[in-house]
C-alpha cells in the first residue's frame, strides 16, 4: 500500500455562518481581507486552505520571503497559504481583530471582536523565522516594530 504524498491538499470543512468578504488595497501591506457587512464577535469566519509541506522546507522559505504565507501546523508540518484562498490576505497587527485557531491539519479564523464593515480583517502573526527581521507595517498604539 503506497503511503499518501505529505502534499496533501487541504480544504473546506464545513462552517453555518459564512461572511461577505473582499480582497483590496490595504494600508498595511499590499493587499488585504474586509469584511462587505458587519462581523460579530467570537464567530468563525472561515478557514485558511494551502499545501501541507514539511516544516524545515517552510521554514527555510520565509526566511527569504517578503511575504508570509506559511503557518506551522505542527513540530513537522507547515500549511503553504500561498495558493489558497482569500484569507491568505489576512495582514499582521500588533493590536489583531482575529485570531487563527490550528486543529490538527486545519487553521480556522475567528474574529476577536465585533468588525465593522469595511475594516481590514488583522490577525498576530506571532514569532517568525525572520529574527525580527521584517518591519511590522500595522499603525497600531502598540506595535512591536518588527516582526
Known amino acids: 500500500m503506497k503511503k499518501p504524498s505529505i502534499a496533501s491538499r487541504v480544504g473546506p470543512s464545513n462552517s453555518r455562518f459564512i461572511p461577505r468578504l473582499t480582497v483590496r488595497a490595504s ?5 488585504g481581507l474586509f469584511p462587505l457587512t458587519n462581523l460579530p464577535a467570537r464567530r468563525k469566519i472561515g478557514e485558511l486552505h494551502g499545501e501541507l ?17 506559511f503557518i506551522e501546523l505542527s513540530r513537522r508540518l507547515a500549511l503553504d497559504c500561498s495558493q489558497g484562498n482569500h484569507f491568505k490576505y489576512l495582514n499582521h497587527s500588533c493590536c489583531p481583530n482575529c485570531y ?25 502573526y506571532g514569532e517568525t523565522p525572520h529574527r525580527g527581521g521584517m518591519k511590522c507595517r500595522c499603525g497600531a498604539d502598540n506595535c512591536k516594530g518588527l516582526l
Open 100 to 124: 487563527l485557531r490550528v486543529l490538527q491539519r486545519r487553521v480556522e479564523v475567528y474574529t476577536l471582536q465585533r468588525i465593522s464593515s469595511g475594516t481590514e480583517l488583522t490577525v498576530d
Open 27 to 31: 494600508r498595511i501591506n499590499g493587499r
Open 53 to 69: 509541506v514539511k516544516l524545515p522546507q517552510a521554514r527555510k522559505a520565509i526566511e527569504s520571503a517578503a511575504k508570509i504565507y
